[in-house]
């Protein structure tokens, strides 16, 4: 996929959040620039890392490093107090919203692996190489340290799955 398609895809994903719109453009720019395809270093790639990392992180307060692996159409919901560990992997259609962390445990752990179509409410913590299942849901505040499966509904501190209402 080129990277204007992926452009497209993400800009409809988060029609109506112009902040989501900026963000995540920038990130597919500043990534592509990280990791050409011919893998030979480009003389613009600094000058765009510390512009993507000025712009976005700075000013707009969400750490999504250039390097990090993320599916297609992210969304980005009032995006503010965003931090993604660069080694953690966001699946295809995933949903962020303030102040979500997705993370490691000490220095250097594991990351969480996110799926697709995954919504993490604001303020939630996922945390560790845990896997969060395609289709899953996160809520807000909920803090995981254990995996979540697919499909499941996850609430509170420690994070609790939902059972299904009859």
């Known amino acids: ?32 620039v990280r990791r050409p395809l011919d893998r030979r270093p480009q003389p613009w790639a600094l000058p765009v890392g510390v512009l993507y990392r000025v ?15 993320v599916g297609r159409r992210l969304r980005v919901f009032h995006g503010a ?11 295809d259609d995933v949903t962020l919203r303030q102040n979500v962390t997705l993370g490691n445990v000490r220095p250097d752990g594991p990351c969480p692996v996110i799926g697709d179509r995954v919504e993490l409410g ?6 560790g190489g845990i896997r969060v299942g395609d289709d899953a849901r996160v809520g807000a505040g909920a803090v995981v340290t254990k995996d979540v499966p697919a499909g499941a509904t996850v609430v509170g501190n420690p994070a609790r799955i939902l059972e299904p209402r009859a």
């Open 122 to 127: 604001a303020g939630c913590i996922v945390l």
């Open 1 to 32: 996929m080129t990277l204007l398609a992926q452009l497209r895809e993400d800009v409809r994903a988060n029609r109506g959040q112009t902040k989501g719109q900026l963000v995540v453009a920038a990130y597919r720019v500043a990534h592509a």
């Open 55 to 69: 712009l976005v992180e700075w000013v707009l307060t969400v750490e999504i490093p250039w390097g990090t692996v």
């Open 81 to 91: 107090g965003i931090v993604v560990n660069d080694r953690t992997v966001l699946g």
